[in-house]
T-cell receptor
Framework: QKEVEQDPGPLSVPEGAIVSLNCTYSNSAFQYFMWYRQYSRKGPELLMYTYSSGNKEDGRFTAQVDKSSKYISLFIRDSQPSDSATYLCAMSGLGSSNTGKLIFGQGTTLQVKP | DTAVSQTPKYLVTQMGNDKSIKCEQNLGHDTMYWYKQDSKKFLKIMFSYNNKELIINETVPNRFSPKSPDKAHLNLHINSLELGDSAVYFC??????????FGPGTRLLVL
């Protein structure tokens, strides 16, 4: 079993829909949680960064972390065709042995249709 | 200005050859990384350097050797290339335990 599980999709939604992307994880030591967006043939770019549990909002994007359930989510409101990309969750723990070591989910491919 | 750059963008080579990929960052970060992304888009860390010192070395064949001549550069040399090495290789950089910024990737195809 992978440390981080993410449904690869693809997920297809109409423009304007609310999109929900999720990851589950097994390592309770994870403290930092990130969402990266990767357009086709490009490098991942950071979308959201959360420490520990709670919600964080940035424009149309909301990240949620539920450490008790080992579950993180990314919500996209009013989705646009330009949101079509692969969304990767990533997480890491504290301590020197985990410094900088991001564990990624497989990524969910999202297509927003006009 | 490109924050994290990699060369080359594309690399097509024969099995058994030796090749290098270069990475440079102009963000002033102390830590640099190499990741491998397979055909299913699964992104996995290979190495991490902090101030030119190796700090993460995942289970990677010793045909892969990273080299950090200075804080701003981290190169990846691959000996005796195999078909299974075909993937996209990403360089990234960060301050310690802060968010990582990725380069555009190098697409390696081994024939």
């Amino acid at each position: 079993q992978k440390e981080v599980e993410q449904d690869p999709g693809p997920l297809s939604v109409p423009e304007g829909a609310i999109v929900s992307l999720n990851c589950t994880y097994s390592n309770s030591a994870f403290q930092y949680f990130m969402w990266y967006r990767q357009y086709s043939r490009k490098g991942p770019e950071l979308l959201m960064y959360t420490y520990s549990s709670g919600n964080k909002e940035d424009g149309r994007f909301t990240a949620q972390v539920d450490k008790s359930s080992k579950y993180i989510s990314l919500f996209i409101r009013d989705s646009q065709p330009s949101d079509s990309a692969t969304y990767l969750c990533a997480m890491s723990g504290l301590g020197s042995s985990n410094t900088g070591k991001l564990i990624f989910g497989q990524g969910t491919t999202l297509q927003v249709k006009p | 200005d490109t924050a994290v750059s990699q060369t080359p963008k594309y690399l097509v080579t024969q099995m058994g050859n030796d090749k290098s990929i270069k990475c440079e960052q102009n963000l002033g970060h102390d830590t640099m990384y190499w990741y491998k992304q397979d055909s299913k888009k699964f992104l996995k860390i290979m190495f991490s350097y902090n101030n030119k010192e190796l700090i993460i070395n995942e289970t990677v064949p010793n045909r892969f050797s990273p080299k950090s001549p200075d804080k701003a550069h981290l190169n990846l040399h691959i000996n005796s290339l195999e078909l299974g090495d075909s993937a996209v290789y990403f360089c990234a950089s960060s301050h310690p335990e802060e968010t990582q910024y990725f380069g555009p990737g190098t697409r390696l195809l081994v024939l």
